[in-house]
């Protein structure tokens, strides 16, 4: 399973970095690695089913991240 690496924007405004996506090594669910580009630049982990999704803003679905700028995966095989 892909994620594009690079800058997303949260639907409530914040932007974050998505660095890959890795798999839980208990149920083997596939996660989304990134960091918040705020507050304390926090690193997150967030199942990538959830971070796909859309959500309802005034009536209207929208995803949940939004691509905003894509870069090339650091962790990406040859």
Same mark, same amino acid.
């Given at each position: *399973?892909?994620? #594009? =690496?690079?800058?997303?924007?949260? !639907?409530?405004? =914040?932007? !974050?970095? +998505? %660095?890959?996506?890795?798999?839980?090594?208990?149920?083997?669910?596939? +996660?989304? /690695?990134? #960091?918040?580009?705020?507050?304390?630049?926090? %690193?997150? +982990?967030? =199942?990538?089913? *959830?971070?796909?999704?859309? +959500?309802?803003?005034?009536?209207?679905?929208?995803?949940? /991240?939004?691509?905003?700028?894509?870069? @090339?995966?650091? /962790?990406?095989? @040859?």
């Amino acid at each position: *399973m892909s994620l #594009q =690496p690079g800058l997303y924007q949260h !639907y409530k405004g =914040p932007q !974050y970095r +998505v %660095f890959n996506v890795a798999r839980h090594s208990e149920t083997e669910e596939h +996660v989304v /690695f990134y #960091q918040a580009l705020y507050g304390d630049y926090g %690193f997150w +982990v967030r =199942p990538l089913s *959830m971070f796909l999704e859309t +959500v309802t803003v005034e009536g209207e679905q929208v995803p949940r /991240f939004a691509l905003i700028e894509p870069e @090339p995966s650091l /962790f990406s095989r @040859p």
